[in-house]
């Protein structure tokens, strides 16, 4: 069955232009806008961070914001905004999935990271650069160690002996 155009999977410019409609993002702004604050707040972030993430917006305009989203109020945040929104959304899934505990995942933002796209940084400076790409590296590295691409092992794992051959299971429903 044919997708209608401009449905989220038509794979057309249409879907585009539906996806960035102002109706659509303002439906997402103020959820966005809380989730990332509540986020926020977790990492423990200052307000000019919380401000480079989201593009670096004027203080008064950020204040706004945050008021209309804290008060339910009609918002409409741009795309480049909700694209970054959606990052940080994407990073703590992953971090979710990656470790236990949210501590745990502040911890490896704010620790100094020794994988070639960080440059021995901690992964937070990354995200609070002011650079969407910077913010999008940060969430594909953790998507890539959320689908199984190396990632360095954390101290409790690297205290064990290596994984063999034999411990990979693969299930089939032919048995």
């Known amino acids: 069955m044919d ?3 401009g449905s989220p999977r038509s794979g057309s410019a ?16 103020g ?15 200052t307000e000019e961070q919380r401000r480079l993430i989201l593009g670096y917006p004027a203080r008064s305009t950020y204040q706004g ?8 109020r009609d918002i409409t945040l741009s795309v480049d ?3 970054r929104i959606s990052a940080v959304l994407g990073i703590y899934k992953g971090l979710r999935i990656l470790f236990a505990a949210d501590d745990k995942g502040v911890e490896w933002l704010q620790r100094p990271h020794k994988a070639r796209v960080f440059g ?17 590296t940060v969430r594909r590295f953790l998507d890539a ?14 205290d064990g002996p290596p994984n063999d051959d034999c ?8 048995d």
Not at 31 to 45: E, H, M, Q
Not at 65 to 72: P, T
Not at 167 to 174: G, L
């Open 120 to 136: 021995g940084a901690p992964p937070i400076e990354l995200v609070t650069s002011g650079k969407q790409d910077a913010v999008l």
């Open 65 to 72: 914001w945050i008021k209309k989203a804290r008060e339910r």
């Open 31 to 45: 959820p966005g806008l809380r989730a990332f604050v509540a986020i926020a707040d977790l990492w423990g972030l």
């Open 14 to 29: 249409a879907s585009d232009i539906v996806r960035f409609a102002k109706a659509n993002r303002r439906r997402l702004s």
């Open 145 to 158: 160690a959320c689908g199984g691409f190396y990632m360095a092992p954390t101290s409790d794992e690297s």
């Open 81 to 83: 905004v909700l694209m």
């Open 3 to 5: 997708k209608p155009p």
């Open 167 to 174: 411990e990979i299971i693969f299930d089939s429903t032919d």
